[in-house]
């Protein structure tokens, strides 16, 4: 049985990513000209700042220098995060993605745009946003029918989050 490089490398590299506490998303090694190019993607549950990034990075050249994983030939090694945008492939991104928009394609054809409020073991409660002065509805989605999912930006939307600590701020003055 034939494995590919990237297969290779996930078994490589997943025990030491998961031991820096993030999740290996995915792994791509690309050709630019004369150039080979090793994209890293990581996440976790808890976000990643640049200085968690810059540790798994530092952990992931020292672990592929040690080894002949990546041939003879130079590299550039990328490590980054999925993105604003991510698509929502695993249970666990879209506990992730809890309170943000996302734009659903569904089975049955045509597709959704709504929030995630809650994650469940077999599908998803959502919000559909009000259409022109229209409240709100609650929906429940299944995972079997979605075909694909996206996290939508969102520009103008004021975090629940920083609305708590404004108003924590506002009774202590």
């Known amino acids: 049985m034939s494995t590919t490089q990237s297969e290779r490398l996930r078994e490589l590299l997943e025990p030491l990513v998961s031991s820096q506490g993030f999740d290996l998303e995915e792994i791509a090694v690309d050709s630019v000209g004369r150039r080979r190019v090793l994209r890293v993607v990581v996440d976790s549950d808890t976000g990643a700042d640049l200085d968690r990034i810059a540790d798994v990075s530092r952990a992931l050249s020292a672990k592929l220098d040690e080894t002949d994983a990546m041939g003879q030939g130079e590299y550039t090694l990328e ?33 959704l745009v709504a929030r995630i409020l809650e994650v469940g073991d077999d599908g998803l409660d959502l919000e559909v946003p009000g259409v022109k002065g229209r409240k709100a509805t609650a929906r429940r989605l299944a995972f079997d029918d979605i075909t694909r999912a996206r996290v939508q930006v969102e520009f103008n939307r004021k975090d629940d989050a920083s609305d708590k600590k404004d108003d924590e701020k506002e009774e202590e003055a």
């Open 79 to 111: 490590v980054g995060t999925p993105g604003a945008e991510r698509l929502l492939t695993e249970h666990r991104h879209y506990v992730r993605a809890t309170g943000r928009l996302v734009r659903f394609q569904l089975a049955e054809g045509g597709e």
